[in-house]
Nanobody
């Protein structure tokens, strides 16, 4: 199983970023996919998750209305569209799935700063 995130970077408050996670090594359409984030000294927190077919999503309260998770099962990719970014969204963002065990990507840094 391999999860590879991309799309992070530096953005000003109020800006947008779109993260991508390319998955391989398992049957992507059979798995729920999630995005987590982590800042130094804090536990990794769930940001958003999406069901296998993409028909059901859930979000952390802190990102509701600003972030949108989606997936393309034909391309084995999950996305996180982040709008109206705030400094408190600064973190390393990780893609996650569970296939007999937990799998994580290497993470992508998102920094929101003026």
């Amino acid at each position: 199983v391999q999860l590879v995130e991309s799309g992070g970077g530096l953005v000003q408050p109020g800006g947008s970023l779109r993260l991508s996670c390319a998955a391989s090594g398992f049957t992507f359409s059979w798995n729920r996919m999630s995005w987590y984030r982590q800042t130094p000294g804090k536990e990794r927190e769930l940001v958003a998750s999406i069901s296998r077919a993409g028909s059901s999503t859930n979000y952390a309260d802190s990102v509701k209305g600003r972030f949108t998770v989606s997936r393309d099962n034909a391309k084995n990719t999950v996305f996180l569209q982040m709008n109206n970014l705030k400094p408190e969204d600064t973190a390393v963002y990780y893609c996650h799935t569970r296939w007999y065990q937990d799998y994580w990507g290497q993470g992508t840094q998102v920094t929101v700063s003026s």
